[in-house]
Structures are given as structure tokens and as C-alpha cells.
């Protein structure tokens, strides 16, 4: 990328072009606004009259959102978290809307696995199998970080999503996934051997699944 | 704004904005218009910028002509990027590898180029791209890790 640099070192305004619109703006006259203070000032005093009822309980309202930390997933679930200033870890967090709003966060398209982040679209479908899946971090405010997880097959659904919250310690503190519900494949299918990945992920992720002859918690 | 608080901030920033503005259009001529667009729009602004955030603001506005102009179909028919860059090279006497990175930037995307030239060129982070250019935060880590890539794979065409 030290190219890059080179190159646009190299490029400045034309001298003579340079010197032209320099001197234009020298000699150019500011347009005459003076018909529009009137009618300003009337503008002003009516919305000064709408709005002043309002305003003491905008300032209230804002007051109370500035100590709310909300943090919005790319799933669509919302949380209000409470961060220790000190620490920075995650004292406390509520859930706004608790299953998301419906966004599905993997997609298939014309045969090919995606990962959807608003109106982006990532084509996974080469890193992602039964056993493998695609990771996608993102640093939010107050150096929590959301990390998206796309994993399976676009054939027959065999896919899905995971999509975490760390705080600024790494800890883990709030999580969202699914698998398309549509034929046999619901949330209850997730422990099926086409859902490997699912807990290879989840190992990766630093969750325990408790049990004592599991090698990879061990 | 006075006529010598616009110039001021010409000298000073007149030549960040063509680089901006060639990033998007690719032609000299149209981002020298864009530039002289900007300055002349701010004569007639009644406020004045703060200097912390007078480069943030006048790059903004850049963003914002050049992406009106790109967005006219006139423009979208009367620009010849190909005669446009060689224009640029012959002009900046741009040596045979400064041309061909030029070349590839200029294949990629404008969606993707200029976030690039913001990050790479102007060392802006990229919540301050995501101002610029009005987009998420994580949309322009998304369009900066694309282009690194598709710039990557132009350059290992082009040698």
C-alpha cells in the first residue's frame, strides 16, 4: 500500500488551474442574503413557539439515553448494557427485543451460501461446510465486539448462524443463532452430524459444553 | 464565509480534495471542477468551521458533489476512464509501476476505491470514513478488506 502513497504524492491541482479557481474565489462576491432575514427570523419564532412545550422533556429523554448504552446486533436483537468504566467488562445487560427482529444473517442465493450484514452480501459458501464456517468480527462502542458465525451447506438448508457479543475483556455475554427452519431442519436438528460446525464453533468460541470426555474442552 | 477564509482553507486543503475527487471521477478535468464547486459553495455559507473538523467537513462535501455527479447520466455516458488515465499518467509523469497501480485502482470500484484512498493515502480511521462517506463503520472495513484484495489481485494481473 506504500504505492499507493507514492503515486498520490505525485498528483496535486494543475499550478495555472490552481491560481485561476484561487483568484476567482478572491474576486467572487458572496451572494446577498438580506431578503432572507425577515422571513428567517419569523420561521425561527414559529418554531421556537411550537417547540419549547417539547423541549424540557427532549432534554430529559436525551439525558436518560446518554447513560443507557445500547448496543444493536447485526440480527436485529438490542441490548441496554451496563459497562464498568473501570474494568470495562459488561456489569450488567437487558434484553430490548430478545429473539431479534427475523433478520437472517445467512442466505442462499442461486445455489451459493451468504453471509448477510445489512445490505452487504459475503460469498461463504467456500469456507463453510458440515465441519467448517466463516468468522466475521466487528468492533462496536466501548470496545465491545460482535462476532458473526456462518457455517453448514447452502444444499437442503443445512446452514446457520451464530452472532455473539464480547465486551472489552473478551468475555462473551450475549449470543443469537438459528438454522432455517423450513422441512425437518429446526433448532432441535442443531446436535445432527450436518451441524458440526456448529460445535466446532462454539468450542472455538471459548464455550464449554460441560461434558467431562469432551476433547475438545479438554 | 469571508473570500479570505475560503482561500485560506484552499491553500490548505485544495490539493487533499483534488485527490479525493480524482479518486472517484478518475478525471482530472471534472475533479478541478469539483473542487472549484466546493470553494465557491462555501463563500456563500453563513457559518464558519471549527479547525478541527474543517478538513472532515470540506471532504464531505467533496464526497457528497462527486457522488451527484457520478449519479447524473450525463456523466455516467461522457467520461472515457481509459483516455482519462492516461491523460493523468502523461500530465503527472507518472513512472510505469505508478501507472499501472493507478490502472488498477481506477478498475476497481468507486464504492471500494475511494474508502482505500481514504484509508491508505489520508490515514483516516474508519469511523471517520464512515463519516466522510456516510456509511457504517462496518461497512467500510467490509469495502476497505475488498478492495485490498481486488487490488491485490489487479496489480498481480498487471506485472
Known amino acids: 500500500m506504500r504505492d499507493i502513497k507514492n503515486l498520490y504524492d505525485k498528483i496535486e491541482l494543475d499550478g495555472a488551474k490552481s491560481n485561476a479557481i484561487r483568484s476567482e474565489l478572491l474576486k467572487t462576491k458572496k451572494k446577498n442574503h438580506i431578503w432572507a432575514v425577515p422571513m428567517i427570523a419569523v420561521l425561527a419564532a414559529c418554531v421556537l413557539i411550537m417547540v419549547i412545550p417539547y423541549a424540557k422533556e427532549h432534554i430529559v429523554n436525551a439525558e436518560y439515553k446518554s447513560r443507557r448504552n445500547i448496543v444493536v446486533m447485526y440480527s436485529g436483537k438490542s441490548l441496554e448494557v451496563v459497562i464498568n468504566p473501570e474494568t470495562g467488562s459488561v456489569k450488567n445487560f437487558y434484553d430490548i427485543n430478545r429473539y431479534g427482529s427475523g433478520v437472517e444473517l445467512a442466505k442462499v442465493k442461486d445455489g451459493r451460501l451468504y453471509m448477510v450484514l445489512d445490505d452487504e452480501w459475503i460469498d461463504v459458501t467456500d469456507y463453510c461446510s458440515a465441519t467448517s464456517y466463516y468468522r466475521y468480527e466487528v468492533e462496536k462502542q466501548n470496545g465491545i465486539k460482535e462476532v458473526i458465525i456462518v457455517g453448514g451447506v447452502p444444499e437442503d438448508n443445512k446452514f446457520g448462524w451464530i452472532d455473539y457479543l464480547y465486551d472489552a475483556n473478551g468475555n462473551q455475554f450475549a449470543y443469537i443463532s438459528h438454522a432455517p427452519c423450513s422441512g425437518s431442519y429446526c433448532e432441535a436438528d442443531w446436535s445432527n452430524e450436518d451441524f458440526d460446525w456448529l460445535d466446532i464453533a462454539r468450542h472455538d468460541e471459548g464455550e464449554t459444553c460441560h461434558d467431562p470426555e469432551c476433547t475438545r474442552c479438554n | ?159
Open chain 2, 1 to 159: 464565509m469571508k473570500n479570505e477564509e475560503v482561500v485560506r482553507l484552499y491553500d490548505l486543503y485544495a490539493n487533499d480534495l483534488y485527490r479525493l475527487a480524482l479518486s472517484y471521477l478518475g478525471s482530472k478535468q471534472d475533479a478541478e471542477d469539483v473542487v472549484q464547486d466546493v470553494y465557491l459553495k462555501l463563500l456563500n455559507k453563513v457559518f464558519s468551521l471549527k479547525s478541527d473538523c474543517e478538513k472532515t467537513y470540506l471532504m464531505k462535501m467533496t464526497a457528497n458533489r462527486c457522488k451527484n455527479m457520478l449519479s447524473s447520466s450525463a456523466y455516467k455516458t461522457g467520461v472515457d476512464l481509459e483516455t482519462a488515465s492516461a491523460e493523468i499518467a502523461c500530465f503527472y509523469e507518472l513512472t510505469d509501476h505508478d501507472k499501472d497501480v493507478y490502472e488498477a485502482l481506477m478498475a476497481i470500484d468507486d464504492s471500494v476505491r475511494v474508502p482505500i484512498y481514504l484509508f491508505y493515502y489520508e490515514g483516516y480511521q474508519y469511523n471517520e470514513i464512515a463519516k466522510i462517506l456516510n456509511l457504517s463503520d462496518s461497512a467500510v472495513a467490509m469495502r476497505i478488506k475488498r478492495g485490498k484484495e481486488h487490488l491485490k489481485e489487479k496489480l498481480e494481473r498487471l506485472s
